[in-house]
């Protein structure tokens, strides 16, 4: 892919200052088209000094690989490129490339975590080559079932599916994938009876009483991470700073969510969710 660039970039150290002053907003304007640079170019700039040349991680910013990682969609890696997390040591590139230039970075970095667009791992097609092969009517109860997902089974508040939905559940874009229809099932009704390991639930709570319930990871003698739904990112707490730590047995994820639901509406979300490979 071709990618205009449009100034010559800074040296890493560089990139506050330039985000300080401006000067990266103003050069954008002036286009050099005669310098194009390829995006995995971009990343070895500006990336990889912290999160490696692969994105495997360095001492300045962790791996891009993680399972944890690979749960962010496009829309995620965009927005982390785009504002940055400055109090977590991620800088913010809005000033410093164009919004084509970030979405290329996000492919790039899908594309490190073998989920890019351009190099579609099998798991992709077969799920087009399965949804192609839906009958009529199989296909209506498909969108019925996405209807009942992100309406009447509120599944969506905490969930997302391809973009669309909440942040503070894994997303379920390959859920079904070498899934049969009982254990899909069984996920919704029984949410409790396996849970991944890194969704267990961590609970925090503070020293003033706020309690806060997420994934948790490296969890280090003094210091554990605690994920932020809102801003889709770790956060760094300190042990000596909270009351409490501990893992609940239990799901977050409600058990009875099928009962308001019709037979047929049940259905309907079991097709869907099959559809997700
Ligand atoms: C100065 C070091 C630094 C640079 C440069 C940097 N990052 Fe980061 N990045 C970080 C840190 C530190 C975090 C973790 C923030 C946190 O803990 O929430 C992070 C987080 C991320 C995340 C989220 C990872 C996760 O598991 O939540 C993505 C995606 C990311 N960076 C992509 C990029 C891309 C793409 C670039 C280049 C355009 C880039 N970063 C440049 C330090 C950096
Ligand atoms: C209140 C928030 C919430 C709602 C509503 C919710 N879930 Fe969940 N769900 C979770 C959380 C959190 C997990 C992560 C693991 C756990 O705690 O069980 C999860 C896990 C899952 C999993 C297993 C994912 C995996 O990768 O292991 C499936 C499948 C699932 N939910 C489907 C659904 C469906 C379908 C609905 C709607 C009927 C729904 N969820 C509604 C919070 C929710």
């Known amino acids: 892919m071709l990618i205009r660039f449009r100034h010559r970039t800074a040296p890493l150290a560089l990139f506050g200052l330039l985000i300080l002053a401006g000067v990266g907003a103003g050069d954008l304007s002036k286009a050099a088209p005669s310098k ?3 995006t995995k170019a971009l990343f070895t700039e500006s990336c990889a000094g912290c999160h490696g040349p692969r994105g495997n991680g360095g001492s300045m910013g962790p791996s891009l690989l993680t399972p944890r990682a690979k749960t962010l ?3 995620s890696i965009n927005r982390i490129i785009y504002s940055g997390r400055p109090d977590l040591g991620m800088p913010a590139f809005e000033f410093t490339y164009s919004r084509d230039q970030i979405k290329a970075l996000a492919a790039h970095v899908l594309k490190l975590q073998g989920r890019g667009a351009g190099k579609a791992k099998r798991p992709i097609k077969k799920g087009k080559k399965r949804r192609a092969a839906l009958s009529p009517a199989e296909q209506a109860s498909v969108n019925r079932g996405r209807q009942v997902f992100f309406n009447e089974a509120r599944c969506a508040e905490c969930h997302s599916v391809f973009n669309y939905g909440g942040r503070t559940a ?14 899909v099932l069984e996920a919704i009704v029984n949410p409790s009876a396996k849970i991944a390991l890194r969704y267990q639930t961590t609970e925090i709570v503070m020293l003033d009483g706020t309690v806060l319930q997420q994934w948790s990871r490296n ?3 003094k210091t554990l991470e605690l994920y932020n739904p809102e801003h889709e990112l770790w956060t760094t707490y300190f042990k000596a700073d909270l009351k409490s730590v501990r893992t609940l047995p239990e799901s977050r994820m409600p058990a009875n969510l099928l009962d308001p639901l019709t037979e047929a509406q049940r259905e309907d979300l079991l097709n869907f969710l099959m559809t997700l490979k």
Do not use: D, H, V, Y
């Open 36 to 38: 194009p640079k390829s």
């Open 170 to 183: 894994p997303q379920l874009n390959r859920f079904a994938k070498r899934k049969t229809r009982a254990q």
């Open 73 to 75: 969609n496009r829309q």
């Open 219 to 221: 969890i280090q003698p």
